[in-house]
């Protein structure tokens, strides 16, 4: 009676064992193939994803000149796209207009800011997906003023210099008797990326505002700077100024004054308004504060620094508005055991771009 | 011994070498597995993409206008792709002209020196040794009339020795 018992028992833990062992083995192959299985799926679904943002415009179309569609204003975009429109569509090409919208820094207040999680609301990826989208130019310009000179370098991301590069300065700048000019001045970069830019015939220094347009086969960037002046931006094909706390603003806006310099990428230089009218604006009141906005209704889309002057207060004011460059534009920081990068180059306003794509799942 | 004993004796046994085949069987199938996520068929594609980018990119600015008109453009291209392509991508680029002959394109390189960013010595490690290689190309007529075909190979750096 006793040895059946014995068997039953050992035939018992043999097969516990064999099933622990079992799952033991099965469980990490399953899982390390779901986890590859998720992962190509996310890589199908970041490529997909890069695409639509990259080469489809959104709907509208232009949505990225349509002021109705603002930071608080949203429902007018059906669909998520940087692409140009039509009329300047080109592979990997992005509306500058568009790529504005992703721009909002500490330095840089933008009323038209489209949240990311709301591009992501739009693109339907909110619940499943979180993603970051960041650009960097190929090439960088640094730059400053010296005396009548601007000392420009050019350097990749890695701080490498890059020689023979073709530098073409644009100045504007308030003469001594308080009009604005412009002078161009070319060059071209040395062994050690640095190209010294001279303007030394200008006969007023004080209040200049400038952009640097480098190309180095079609390699393109561009930088801004200047001095004693009232920086703003522009945003698609308008200037948006926060003037000083406390301007009159709507003094302000009459006393503004052509003629009103665009620097484009092919254009160097454009006079947009030869007449002496002042130039029409609006105030725009959101999330507690004010915007003068000043439409550019026919200037080329790829425009990059518009000038115009301005009298606050009895002194006469250079108003210099640059086109931002876009950052980092992301849901949240990067997460997730399984995520997935891709690199692209675009152009954006003239500027070469490279563009890093991370894609994550929220649930992991 | 029993006959009782016996068969319990032979139950074990069976249970024993039951257990033993299904391990085994367990053990072999982790070592033949292939694994689903090979990262050189993951990220071929994305060269791909990346190669034509790049192309692409050359190609709208008009940077194969000046093949014709410059001397040393084989060096400008060369630093050119070096700044557009990430860091750890090796490259190759042949630049053909093409003549139309009838039915038939004949193909002939018009780069007098090597536009990439491998050493000629190491060039054919450098590529057989990557993980992950692919190639675009592309068809472009200058502002001239000239007919290029654009052939770029790119890899990625690092691999293991074969």
Redesign the interface.
Known sequence: MVQPIYEYVFSGLVVVLMVSTSISTIFPITLAHLSQTSSLQLQGNARNILDKLLLTPGDPYDWGTDLSINSSQSDGLRDFGLAGSLTFNTLYRLDPSKVERLINTSTIDNPYYIPPKRAAEIMGLEKEFGFSLSFEPVLQISSHILNKTIVTRVTTPETIPVANVNVTAVLIRLNSANEEEFEIATSSTDWNGTAVLDFSGADNFDSVAYIILSDYYNIQTRTVGGSNLIEAVLIGNNIVVKYPIGTDLEETISNSRSPLYTVGKRTYIGEFESSSASISAYQLDTGGKTFVIYPLSNADPDISLATFITDIEGETKLIAAFRPFPTTYETGPIAGSTRHTLIRLVEVAGVSMRVKFHIWRLSE | MTH??RT?QF??LE??F??VI??ST??V??FI?E???NPAI?TS??ME??AF??L???V????FD?VTTEENWED??K??IT??M??GTYFNMTIFNATINGPSAMLTPLNTSPITNVQAAEALQAFQRSPEISSSTLTYTTKNGQFLVLRIIVAAAGGVSQ
């Open positions: 009782g004993s319990g139950r074990i249970v024993v039951a257990a299904l391990s367990y053990s199938a982790i597995m694994p689903a996520n993951r594609d994305d993409i990346l980018n790049v692409n990119h050359m709208q600015g008009g940077t000046r400008g291209i630093i050119a700044r557009l990430p860091p």
